[in-house]
């Protein structure tokens, strides 16, 4: 038997639905991270707050709670976020340019002003203030 490279065992992984879930996981986790730095709180503000124990919460920093998307929206307005679902190509070279096409035409909304990301000032994150969770 021939020993496999890291990527070919990286990508047997990716074709199991059990590498999926744990990447949206560790995606909301990272995400939700993110925002709870931002808002200030502790952990055990935190778990006040959402009426659990701090315990619950560390689980939630480690990616290894069971998260429902009930759980993932409390937690995401807990740190004046929303959850955003959303369902992406699993081969996006053919419909890249669709969705390019399609978004080009929405503006969105940075630091107040209308515009897209390539017009937007440096220095001023992307990212908007949104966990996200995304299903590929």
């Known amino acids: 038997m021939a020993i496999k490279s890291f990527k ?3 990508a047997d992984a990716k074709q199991t639905d059990a590498f999926w879930f744990e990447k949206a996981k560790l995606d909301f986790s990272v995400a939700f991270n993110k925002m709870f730095a ?4 502790t952990q ?8 659990t124990s701090p315990a619950y919460i560390n689980k939630v920093f480690k990616a290894d ?9 409390k937690l995401a307005r807990s740190v004046d ?9 699993q081969h996006p070279a053919a419909s890249q340019l669709q969705l390019t096409a ?4 929405q503006p969105q909304i940075y630091n107040g002003k209308a515009g897209h990301p390539q017009n937007q000032p440096s220095g001023i994150s992307s990212i908007p203030s949104t966990v996200t969770a995304a299903a590929c």
Do not use: C, D, H, Y
Request: charged share 20%; no cysteine.
């Open 81 to 89: 976020g929303n959850l955003q679902i959303f369902i992406i190509p």
């Open 65 to 73: 709670a069971n998260f429902t998307i009930e759980t993932m929206t």
């Open 8 to 10: 070919q065992l990286l």
């Open 102 to 105: 399609k978004a080009s035409r």
């Open 44 to 51: 055990v503000e935190l778990a006040k707050k959402l009426n």
């Open 38 to 41: 931002r808002s200030g709180m």
